[in-house]
Structure formats: structure tokens, C-alpha cells
């Protein structure tokens, strides 16, 4: 799920760049954090729910 929301993400805010090449270290590192940011919600929220189910047993 991180992949498609973070390639979303990521072409929305920069697309252009990407269509034009013009990309910098900080747009790559902005892209890396765009992917980052859904994967640890997520994560966060999948080992939150095992936890509480486990609890629950």
C-alpha cells in the first residue's frame, strides 16, 4: 500500500521535476520520505491491531 500511496504522493508534489529531470538531492530526499511516511503509518497501525488482537486472546 506504501508504494502506491507514496508514488502518488510522489508524482503529485513532483511530477514536473521528474517529467523535466530536474531533480535535485533535496526532491529525491523529499520522494524517499513521501514513501516513508505511509509505510511506518501502516506498519504502526498493522502491529498496533496484532497487539490489541493478542491482548484480546
Same mark, same amino acid.
Given at each position: 500500500?506504501? *508504494? !502506491?500511496?507514496?508514488?502518488?504522493?510522489?508524482?503529485?508534489?513532483?511530477? *514536473?521535476?521528474?517529467?523535466?529531470?530536474?531533480?535535485?538531492?533535496?526532491?529525491? %530526499?523529499?520522494? %524517499? %520520505?513521501? +514513501?516513508? !511516511?505511509? +509505510?511506518?503509518? #501502516?506498519?504502526? #497501525? #498493522?502491529?498496533? #491491531? %496484532? *497487539?490489541?488482537?493478542?491482548?484480546?486472546?
Amino acid at each position: 500500500m506504501a *508504494l !502506491v500511496v507514496g508514488t502518488v504522493l510522489g508524482l503529485i508534489n513532483h511530477g *514536473l521535476d521528474i517529467i523535466a529531470n530536474t531533480l535535485t538531492t533535496e526532491h529525491i %530526499i523529499q520522494i %524517499i %520520505i513521501t +514513501y516513508l !511516511v505511509p +509505510y511506518s503509518v #501502516s506498519t504502526y #497501525s #498493522s502491529v498496533r #491491531s %496484532i *497487539l490489541q488482537l493478542k491482548n484480546q486472546a
